[in-house]
T-cell receptor, first 115, second 112 residues
Framework: KAGVTQTPRYLIKTRGQQVTLSCSPI?????VSWYQQTPGQGLQFLFE???????NKGNFPGRFSGRQFSNSRSEMNVSTLELGDSALYLC??????????????FGEGSRLTVL | KQEVTQIPAALSVPEGENLVLNCSFT??????LQWFRQDPGKGLTSLLL?????REQTSGRLNASLDKSSGRSTLYIAASQPGDSATYLC???????????FGTGTRLQVFP
């Protein structure tokens, strides 16, 4: 059974650009959540999607957005990149139906560097 | 506001030792608590999931306990091995907000 797949694994952007990251969940999982990991702030919740609807959102500015497609694949977008957006972006999928009560399975992450 | 703290922040032990990692949370209104390990530059691997109604879970050499009323969880690793070297993170799934709040992590090094 394939795990959670994130692409691209590494990318370098410059300030002001925008970036789109992709996440394919484990087959059958309908919940996809996104996290930002930095040395200073640790792991922080960005948002969670279930059946193409954003169910929950963390405390990030509107430059961070996401969406989920009918096949449960998800994308997140960051516009007008800032140096502080450099981080490892992790995606996780879960089988849970109603809430984030199920076991989370993480991808390897997308490491974004903003120059 | 839920705060999750892990102590110690770093730990270095010789191979074969039994060890305990601690996780504390300030708000007991949780759905579950999950322990993960993370290798450098990698994603997170789920180790154990404890529902709020459970007291402990075991998987191989790992045992995790949960005392919801006191806001504490421990991860016990028996007979540690160099391959156990990684950062260990706990995370609580918060009631009402449905958000997952991660702890600060414990960096473990097991030397031969």
């Amino acid at each position: 059974k394939a795990g959670v797949t994130q692409t691209p694994r590494y990318l370098i952007k410059t300030r002001g650009q925008q970036v789109t990251l992709s996440c394919s969940p484990i087959s059958g999982h309908r919940s996809v959540s996104w996290y930002q990991q930095t040395p200073g702030q640790g792991l922080q919740f960005l948002f969670e999607y279930f059946s193409e609807t954003q169910r929950n959102k963390g405390n990030f500015p509107g430059r961070f957005s996401g969406r989920q497609f009918s096949n449960s694949r998800s994308e997140m977008n960051v516009s007008t990149l800032e140096l502080g957006d450099s981080a490892l972006y992790l995606c996780a999928s879960s089988l849970a139906e109603g809430r984030i009560t199920g076991e989370l399975f993480f991808g390897e992450g997308s490491r974004l560097t903003v120059l | 506001k839920q705060e999750v703290t892990q102590i110690p922040a770093a730990l270095s032990v010789p191979e074969g030792e039994n060890l305990v990692l601690n996780c504390s949370f300030t708000d007991s209104a949780i759905y579950n608590l999950q322990w993960f390990r993370q290798d450098p530059g990698k994603g997170l691997t789920s180790l154990l999931l404890i529902q709020s109604s459970q007291r402990e879970q075991t998987s191989g050499r790992l045992n995790a306990s949960l005392d919801k009323s006191s806001g504490r969880s421990t991860l016990y690793i028996a007979a540690s091995q160099p391959g156990d070297s990684a950062t260990y993170l706990c995370a609580v799934s918060q009631l009402n907000t449905d958000k997952l709040i991660f702890g600060t992590g414990t960096r473990l090094q097991v030397f031969p």
